[in-house]
């Protein structure tokens, strides 16, 4: 169980590996996550699953490296196993025919993006999805995305690939021509969800967000996941990960998710010490 039996690098500092997780794989829906310990020691991260394979007993996780967990995934190879994975956990995916569903994914995003795009194609709407990242390099998925989308535009902010600007100007753009626009589906950074919710209300399109918050039970007990929506107090973990973005708090969810950085960074910084520590390529070179 929770073997790695496939694995790969896909962008600089971001990973893909496949899992045996028969259990998972048979539940799982659209937009729900896991929460994995890599060793007995370790941390429990949550992290959204890009994609299943209930015939094999596998999902598929593409992760980011950001603190001690991801880059302890990182070291991780085949045939190696994960301590633990509980899940699936949170809110599927609200899937039905909407008519036209844009989905903007910035960066690692378009990994939850994309069984959501698979779901939305699946039940009868028309996709357009725009899909973008800083740099060409840092951009995931995009030939997964192009199947199971009717439409994709592919942005980056420094014009190496496909649309120089962000994914809010491309999708302003669709706005601009006319495109009836029945639901947006949107997740990536804070900020990135912030401004495409700022395009959309503007246009007055109802828009769905994923939401990151810190989670350490994901079952509704601890309570690490608070965000506020509508002025209400949610669990991200068990209300979510998706809501309302026109409805969401974002200062707050800011300033929560940097609650922890300090102690994050002394963790990172011991770890950089350790054996698998070692192993890894951090930005700026060695510790
Ligand atoms: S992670 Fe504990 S209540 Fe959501």
């Keep these: ?41 370790g941390e429990r991260i949550p992290l959204t699953v890009a ?15 950001v603190g001690v967990t991801t880059y302890y995934m990182s070291t991780m190879n085949v045939g190696e196993r994960l301590q633990d994975l509980c899940g699936p956990l949170g809110t599927p995916t609200h899937i039905e025919k909407f008519g036209t569903v844009v989905g903007v994914g910035g960066g690692i995003g378009v990994a939850p993006l994309y069984p959501i795009t698979k779901g939305m194609r699946e039940a009868g709407n028309h996709v357009i999805s725009i899909v973008g990242a800083r740099t060409e390099g840092l951009l995931i998925l995009t030939e997964e995305m192009r199947k199971v989308s009717d439409e994709i535009l592919i942005s980056t902010d420094d014009g190496s690939f496909g649309i120089h600007g962000f994914v809010t100007q491309v999708l302003q753009g669709l706005i601009d021509k006319g495109t009836k626009i029945d639901l947006c589906v949107a997740i990536g950074p804070v900020p990135m969800m912030r401004a495409v919710v700022n395009v959309t209300r503007a246009a007055n399109i109802p828009t769905v967000v994923s939401l990151n918050p810190i989670m350490v039970d994901g079952t509704g007990m601890c309570g690490a ?13 068990v209300d979510g990960p998706e809501f309302d973005g026109l409805q969401v708090d974002f200062d707050l969810l800011t300033k929560r998710l940097a609650m922890y950085k300090g102690p994050e960074l002394i963790a990172l910084n011991k770890f950089r010490e350790s054996e698998r520590g070692c192993q890894c390529k951090f930005p700026g070179g060695a510790a």
């Design 1 to 41: 169980m929770f073997e790695i039996v496939e694995k790969e690098r896909i962008a600089p500092g971001v990973n893909r590996a496949v899992i045996n997780a028969p259990a998972i794989a048979r539940a799982h829906k659209p937009g729900q996550f896991i929460i994995l310990r890599t060793h007995e020691n």
């Design 51 to 65: 994609d299943k394979d209930a015939e094999k007993g596998t999902i598929t996780l593409i992760w980011q490296e």
């Design 225 to 237: 996941c608070r965000v506020e929506v509508g002025g209400k107090t949610k669990f991200g973990c």
